[in-house]
């Protein structure tokens, strides 16, 4: 442990001193997203996908009070087998290392413990958002507010579907947050590759997304920028399908009275189980997908900084 609240993994303090690229990789798809071993199998593939790309992955957790940038092998397979870690978003973060306890970061926590390490990109499945009846439940998710205020660009296959993707839009806009679609000019829709809504922007390459970052930081501007990047086309299951899928969930979850933190949850093992696995299949794709993205933006951002 050194003066600073984190340890690094021996790979990524090795990046870190040679100034190569690193993309942080949140932890809890792998408590909170699959069983074990299944959890453990995706968590590797996203690790070498980076590794793939160029890039060193930084897995984050807290394990026994201690923030991890980057886990070793061990680890990260010990962290899949942990039942009953805490699931950390910024409110969080600080309580579970005082207690000395086991946590798994979401995006938010995760983009607060990348920036203090110096790293600058970080990818992931989807973000939260505003939640559907947000206007009677007030339930927005933290990730919004962090995008605002943490200087990380965020790679993901858009907002969760099962979220009121219009208003969490609104409120990236409100809060100053870029929404840069990767490559279309549609906003992808998590599961499928198209929306019905416009992107807010569009770059078209790596290179350009590593320079808006820098770009933001000469400007002083605060926050980080959400990147879009829709889920390959041979793994998406289109919107014409998904969204009937969608709304039944939503329906069977209010009629089981699912509310707070438990209706994510709910609702993604509701539409598991309604399309038969095929969303589980369609996640691992995504966040694949957007790891190799990831590891291509923190390449360039590497080459801009050299």
Known sequence: MTDLPFIRSAAVQTAHEK???VVALESTI???????PQNLEMARKVEAKVRAGGATPATIAVLDGILHIGLEDAQLEALAQTRGAAKLSRADLAVCMASGKTGATTVAATMIAANLAGISVFATGGIGGVHRGAEESFDISADLQELAQTAVTVVAAGAKAILDVPKTLEVLETLGVPVIAFGQDQM??????????????????????ARA?????????????????PIPS???????EMDPVIERALGDALAHGITGKSVTPYLLQRVFELTEGRSLTANI?????????GAQIACELADISD
């Open 285 to 293: 794709a995504l966040v694949l997908n957007n790891a190799a993205l």
């Open 234 to 240: 041979d793994a998406e299951i289109p919107r014409a």
């Open 213 to 229: 970052h820098q770009m933001r930081g000469a400007l002083g501007l605060p926050g980080g920028q959400l990147i879009a990047n």
């Open 30 to 36: 792998i408590t909170h997203g699959m069983p074990y």
């Open 19 to 21: 100034g190569a690229p």
């Open 188 to 209: 992808p829709a998590f599961w499928s590759a198209q929306s019905a809504l416009k992107a807010p922007l569009r770059l078209d390459h790596p290179k350009d997304i």
